[in-house]
């Protein structure tokens, strides 16, 4: 008996928006980092599995307040409440970001569950990234306010995000949006990014 095997083909949600971003202006431009590996990480942070994820994870310790993030080569952890966070990774399998997270904390209660396709990833580079924002952000993103590291869940346009400035400068921007709204988004920002000019195909 022969088996028939197939083969998954991961596919973005944002698809075929490659060509519109290309358009944009260096000022503003927008351009989609895919299949970024996400996990949600539950787990008392005054617990032994709280340091045991941090020691996983290459970072110094879990953010313990609200907005802050924590970093390491290509992870990095959002803080989404007192015992929850996000932790995202441009370079491991989800799976095997799930494994690593869930054997550090699940003999002390903790939980990680691989969230990866529920988002994807957009950044917005360019003197104007702060500009486009600001059309649909209430939150104040002077870098005075929301510098490097600096991450806040919040709406932008009519989409929920989490927003994590990459720089002090204003001008580099990480956005995670839900998988259903990531064409509503993509086309939102395109839309803001195009007053600063746009390369028309000829």
């Known amino acids: 008996m022969v088996r028939a095997t197939a083969s998954l083909t991961r596919h973005s949600p944002l698809e075929g928006f490659a060509e519109q971003f290309a358009r944009l202006p260096a000022s503003a431009a927008v351009a989609e980092e895919p299949f970024v590996a996400m996990v949600d990480l539950w787990v008392d942070p005054s617990s032994p599995g709280a340091a ?18 924590a970093t390491a080569a290509d992870v990095t952890v959002i803080w989404f409440g007192p015992d929850e966070w996000l932790v995202t990774s441009t370079n491991e399998a989800p799976e095997d970001l799930e494994s690593r997270l869930r054997q550090a ?9 691989d969230v990866s396709a529920q988002r994807t990833t957009l950044r917005l580079r360019g003197e104007h990234a702060r500009d486009v924002l600001a059309k649909g952000c209430s939150i104040d993103l002077h870098p005075s306010a929301f510098a490097t590291g600096t991450a806040v869940q919040t709406m932008l346009g009519q989409a929920a995000v989490v927003l994590t400035s990459l720089d002090d400068d204003g001008t580099d921007y990480r ?11 993509a086309e939102w920002l395109v839309d803001g990014a195009e007053e600063f000019g746009v390369d028309w195909p000829h």
């Open 175 to 185: 956005v995670l949006v839900r998988s259903s709204f990531a064409r509503y988004l």
């Open 105 to 113: 904390v699940a003999e002390h209660g903790g939980a990680a569950v």
């Open 52 to 69: 045991a994820a941090a020691r996983a994870l290459g970072v110094d310790a879990l953010p313990r307040t609200a907005s802050t993030t």
